[in-house]
């Protein structure tokens, strides 16, 4: 993410009252967020706020300030994004549908990358063998297209062919702040049988 | 007439002493003595850097099986061949492949630093300290004050003069952060504090335990550490004085230089020799040394094929 700070502006609100400054920088850093696209991480929240606070103060102020509301603050792919609750998914999905962030698979894509992301870094013939049959290349290249997936390392051996990983994009998309959350998610899965 | 005490039927010190390896004595006595061996066995080895990038990556194998991944030396070896290393178990290699090119201390009579400023130069340096602060942020400690906050406490940690004292500062200091930037802070403190980029502590931890901050429990965990160490040196050096002796059998020109790289690091292939003799020459250097028996093929592949002790 490409941000720079290049009009200068009052961070520190030296001569606000107490009270008021802190209210003032949660509201910056809730609209930055609120701006942003994508997650903003903590570099840039600490860049709109005074220098004598951590970010992490302002953050905990503001998620008990969010407590109310149908929406929250959560920490996905390294940065902070505002997320309505889980809760309203079904309400959200039957009556906007397909409209926003939503991403069309195809089960055949889902199931690809799903393979890539548990068992990565690996090549397409991996996931042919994981998979049981062939990969179409068009699959591969529309997670790539999306975003979800980038290549890694090659693999020695003929062809030097790349290997799949998931991208930071693949976290945001699937609300997880690093790919141990998916891990732990299969662990979870497991141990019910 | 006087008495006198018979020399030539006393001890045999030429063996060393049988508490070092004892099971009643307290670990701390016994990481002293095992340290100061291992310092004297590195001081005249030839081998260090091979050691070092070696001893990294199975370091980084214990670490990556830690946070229940799969990954082999081999894989690890394949990782580093071709590209930047890429995926989940990229930042714990990079970490710890980072941590054993940190430089050696020259001689054992700057070991024993009486002075910090060695320490606070090299945290000093803007590069060493920006790369320690994105390698932690690789290994998952996103915030960028806690971070910095952690490399300025790991500096300070490491210019103590006592390793344990170091370690259990370090491990106080790091209680709630995740335990890969633990464990890579704790190596690295212990590295810089001895003067060795071997990361001993993550080594002999157990797979199943978490570090601990008392001093016994450290100097048992870094006994075992320095215990591999060992364990993995002495073969090596025997194989280097096979391969150092077989230069004499080969006659390409750069072969002094190709053997000084291949004991350098971890493993070498064809292309990596290419600013020294051209492909060709240095596959048919590499395959001489392997049917003279002083080198070996790692990989056991026809193509894509890396030569190491």
């Known amino acids: ?193 | 007439m006087g008495r006198y005490v018979d020399v030539t039927t006393s001890i045999n010190l030429d063996q060393r002493p049988g508490w070092m390896d004892g099971t009643g004595v307290h670990p701390a006595l016994r990481l002293g003595a095992h340290l100061a061996t291992l310092h004297l066995a590195l001081a005249t080895s030839p081998i260090r850097g091979l050691l070092a990038d070696r001893i990294a990556l199975l370091a980084a194998i214990k670490n990556l099986s830690r946070a229940g991944r799969t990954e082999t030396l081999a894989d690890l070896r394949d990782m580093r061949m071709l590209d930047e290393p890429a995926g989940p178990a990229a930042p714990i290699l990079s970490a710890w492949t980072w941590l054993s090119h940190l430089p050696w201390e020259e001689t054992a009579a700057t070991r024993f630093r009486r002075d910090r400023s060695e320490i606070g130069k090299e945290l000093a340096d803007p590069r060493h300290l920006s790369r320690l602060q994105s390698v932690t942020f690789d290994l998952g400690l996103r915030d960028p004050t806690r971070a910095a906050n952690l490399a300025f406490s790991s500096g300070a940690a490491a210019a103590l003069s006592c390793p344990l004292s170091a370690a259990g500062t370090v491990i106080d200091a790091t209680i709630e952060l995740p335990v890969p930037v633990r464990l890579f802070a704790i190596d690295y403190v212990i590295g810089r504090c001895c003067g060795w980029p071997l990361p001993i502590y993550s080594l002999g931890l157990g797979r199943r335990a978490s570090p601990q901050p008392h001093f016994e429990a450290i100097a048992e965990i870094l006994l075992a550490g320095v215990v591999e160490v060992t364990r993995i040196l002495h073969p090596l050096t025997a194989r280097a004085s096979d391969l150092l002796a077989a230069a004499h059998q080969v006659r390409t020109a750069q072969r002094h230089a190709v053997i000084a790289r291949i004991l350098a690091q971890d493993a070498v292939c064809p292309a990596g020799l290419c600013d020294l003799l051209p492909p060709r020459h240095s596959r048919r250097l590499l395959l001489r040394l392997v049917n003279l028996g002083a080198l070996r093929e790692l990989t056991g592949r026809p193509t894509y094929r890396l030569y190491g002790l």
């Open chain 1, 1 to 193: 993410m490409s941000m720079e700070i290049s009009v200068p502006f009052d961070r520190e609100l030296r001569d606000w009252p107490e009270e008021q400054r802190m209210r003032e920088w949660m509201m910056r850093v809730e609209a930055v967020i609120f701006a942003s696209s994508r997650p903003v991480p903590s570099k840039i929240l600490s860049a709109v706020i005074g220098s004598t606070v951590p970010v992490e103060t302002v953050i905990a102020a503001l998620l008990e300030e969010l407590r109310p509301r149908p929406y929250e603050l959560v920490h996905v792919a390294g940065g902070w994004q505002l997320v309505t609750r889980q809760r309203y998914s079904v309400l959200l999905r039957s009556c906007l549908g397909k409209e926003g962030r939503e991403y069309d698979l195809s089960r055949r894509e889902i199931e690809l990358l799903a393979v890539i992301a548990l068992r990565q870094p690996l090549t397409r013939r991996d996931c042919e063998a994981i998979l049981g049959r062939a990969v179409n290349g068009d699959d591969i290249g529309r997670l790539r297209g999306i975003g979800f997936i980038a290549t890694g390392h090659r693999r020695p051996g003929p062809g030097a062919p790349y290997t799949f990983i998931t991208t930071d994009l693949f976290l945001e998309h699937f609300q997880m702040n690093s790919l141990d959350d998916l891990y732990a998610l299969q662990a979870q899965k497991q141990d019910f049988g």
